[in-house]
């Protein structure tokens, strides 16, 4: 593989970067006493960087107290001549997080930061630097590409368990050294209180972590921070937030379950004082926004959307996806005609045309739900469906007729080198999709892989909806539901093109890093 070298990253990883771990944990959980003591300002919560670009990156940073942000970036873990960043002042306004736009990088090259904090009556009182690293893409299509991809968090009630060392597929996939890792959705269970024990099946007790956001379903604006902030607490993660570039994307319970825009939330469901989901969403795309370094959601950006396009360089352009925010209600989704879909009518079109127009070898969508999968919604005791398919395997019909539209919009265009990516459904899977098995016949071929949960229960796989012609190449999966993590079943996927061939390769990997399947495919096609 032409993978490109990365000198002196590993010894980073060794020396500054697991000293930044160690400093910065939150308080009440080893903070540097001798800075606490002096009230300098703190990064208890760890660095992040995402949807770095060739040129250009977003570093975030939460403070325990108003600070003003300020970003060294240096060729060398020696920072020998740093440039410097002065970012936003932190305070309660965005929970004392904020991100900087680092912009002009070199292409292609190891880059390595550190965040001081500042007291911002006084620029010389800083805390001590947080370090992290990353690379930014490069331009040179002999490199390329490999990144990991995943989703479902700290779902059902399985928290960060420290007697399993908390969250440790995060160390298995930093040891694969992505360039970037798309997290797919779910984020958080804002809906999914942690317990501090729960009893696992067979005898024997899990035990959480646990924090008072935590203690029930999310609704404040408050409360919704605190999910965010709680994934935070474990070393794991904090620690390949500060190595691995993120792309990130939402789906449902980053607000509640099976959530659709206009949706009011059953009397009967007494968790819940405010019945709005809409006035759930926005207080939770707030907090979202705050917690994740996404340029299309800063403050002030005129987007103020989650869907983007992130072009990776020659070989890979990443098409990220909302399908929560646009899409109609939950329903039998058996309607003959649906203008509105999952995705809604503005952000389809502009898909059509980022596809259109995109010249990368290979083309990822990403998406936060399966297209073939069938996903019930039994939230309100009805026999309604969540994602696309509905288990009719005739001619598309409801949200399957926006997927027709754009999958005979690939195929008529001629675009190459399309794949989906997703997770949702807490297994792991490979989908081909054949127009000589489907109903609908007016695509040419493409893969669907699924990945996930990262530390969630885990589910049997989903049955498969006919009107695409999906057949079920690999699946893993438990017969039960809701296996614990400590049972397994938990997963990521990879994704590695090669720069010399461009052969795109897509494995898919257990907890701790195994191969249980792989898939290589060919560059410049427009069906595999």
């Not at 250009?56 to 020998?80: C, K, N, Q, Y």
């Not at 005979?408 to 127009?435: C, M, N």
């Amino acid at each position: 593989m032409s993978h490109r070298p990365l000198p002196g990253r590993r010894s980073v990883l060794r020396g500054s970067l697991a000293a930044s771990a160690a400093l910065t944990l939150p308080a009440g959980l080893g903070a540097a006493p001798a800075f606490a003591r002096s009230g300098r300002p703190q990064a208890g919560w760890g660095v992040q960087t995402g949807d770095v670009t060739a040129d250009s990156g977003l570093v975030w940073v939460r403070a325990d107290r108003p600070a003003r942000m300020i970003v060294e970036t240096s060729a060398t873990e020696s920072f020998r001549n740093p440039r410097r960043w002065h970012g936003p002042l932190l305070g309660a306004g965005t929970d004392f997080t904020g991100t900087t736009r680092l912009h002009g990088l070199p292409s292609g090259e190891q880059i390595h930061y550190r965040v001081l904090l500042a007291d911002p009556d006084d620029p010389r009182r800083t805390g001590e630097p947080v370090t992290g690293t990353f690379r930014t893409v490069s331009r040179r299509r002999r490199d390329g590409v490999r990144f990991l991809w995943s989703g479902d968090l700290a779902g059902q009630g399985w928290g960060i368990n420290p007697d399993l060392g908390g969250y440790r597929i995060y160390d298995a996939m930093a040891r694969l050294d992505p360039d970037f890792f798309l997290c797919s959705g779910d984020n958080i269970y804002a809906d999914g209180p942690i317990p501090g024990t729960q009893a696992l099946p067979g005898g024997g007790t899990w035990r959480n972590i646990t924090t008072e956001e935590k203690a029930k379903v999310a609704e404040t604006l408050a409360e919704y921070r605190g999910n965010f902030r709680y994934n935070l607490l474990d070393a794991n993660l904090r620690a390949f937030n500060a190595r691995v570039p993120s792309v990130i994307q939402w789906d449902d319970h980053e607000v509640r379950n099976n959530w659709y825009p206009g949706e009011v939330i059953a009397t009967t469901d007494t968790r819940y004082t405010e019945k709005s989901v809409d006035v759930l969403a926005a207080r939770a795309q707030r907090a979202f926004s705050e917690y994740f370094p996404l340029p299309t959601l800063r403050p002030g950006a005129r987007e103020g959307r989650v869907y983007r396009v992130l072009r990776q360089g020659p070989l890979l352009d990443v098409f990220v996806l909302d399908m929560r925010t646009y899409r109609n209600a939950n329903s039998p989704d058996d309607q003959t005609t649906d203008p509105q879909g999952i995705l809604g009518r503005e952000q389809l079109e502009w898909l059509k045309r980022e596809l259109a127009r995109s010249r990368a070898v290979w083309k990822v969508i990403a998406a936060d739900m399966p297209i073939g999968l069938v996903v019930p919604d039994a939230t309100e005791g009805r026999p309604n469906f969540e994602a696309v398919a509905q288990g009719d395997p005739g001619a598309p019909l409801g949200r399957e007729l926006q997927i027709a539209e754009l999958l005979r919009f690939v195929k008529h265009r001629r675009i190459t080198g399309t794949l989906w990516l997703t997770a949702d459904v807490h297994h792991t899977s490979a989908q081909h999709y054949q127009p000589s098995r489907a109903a609908f016949t007016d695509f040419e071929p493409f893969w669907e892989f699924v990945s996930g949960p990262l530390n969630a229960g885990a589910f049997p796989a989903s049955p498969l909806d006919g009107t695409f012609g999906p057949e079920r190449v690999f699946v893993k999966a438990p017969a039960a539901s809701n296996v614990s993590p400590a049972g397994g079943y938990q997963f990521f996927g990879e994704v590695d093109i090669d720069g010399d061939s461009g052969e795109l390769t897509v494995r898919l990997r257990e907890q701790d890093g195994g191969v249980l399947f792989s898939r290589t495919l060919q560059p410049g096609r427009v069906g595999q």
